[in-house]
């Protein structure tokens, strides 16, 4: 499974961005899919999932101002953020998890800079 992030960058405070994230390669629809975030020199966390059921989960402190979604047509995930704040500054991953098998696959990354 390949997975390649888009539409990272620099945001202002309070600002918008979304993220997406383009699969290829395996069963799209049965995957887990999760965007997790790091800070250099921290431990990759995790942010957002939504199951092949569109069952979601977020870490509590993005809870309200991120929605992720997918389109298993086009074989894309996506994470909308809003009311960005300088502490969500980090390098958005995106991954796949079949569930199954314990799988995971990671994108490269996309960096998302808030800052003034």
């Known amino acids: 499974v390949q997975l390649v992030e888009s539409g990272g960058g620099l945001v202002p405070p309070g600002g918008s961005l979304t993220l997406s994230c383009a699969a290829s390669?395996?069963?799209?629809?049965?995957?887990?899919m999760g965007w997790y975030r790091q800070v250099e020199g921290k431990q990759r966390e995790f942010i957002a999932s939504i199951t092949a059921a569109d069952v979601t989960r977020y870490k509590s402190s993005v809870e309200g101002r991120f929605t992720i979604s997918r389109d298993n047509n086009k074989e894309m995930v996506y994470l909308q953020m809003n009311n960005l704040k300088p502490e969500d500054t980090a390098v958005y991953y995106c991954n796949a998890l079949r569930t199954l098998s314990n799988t995971h696959w990671w994108g490269q990354g996309t960096q998302v800079t808030v800052s003034s």
């Open positions: 390669g395996g069963v799209f629809r049965i995957y887990r």
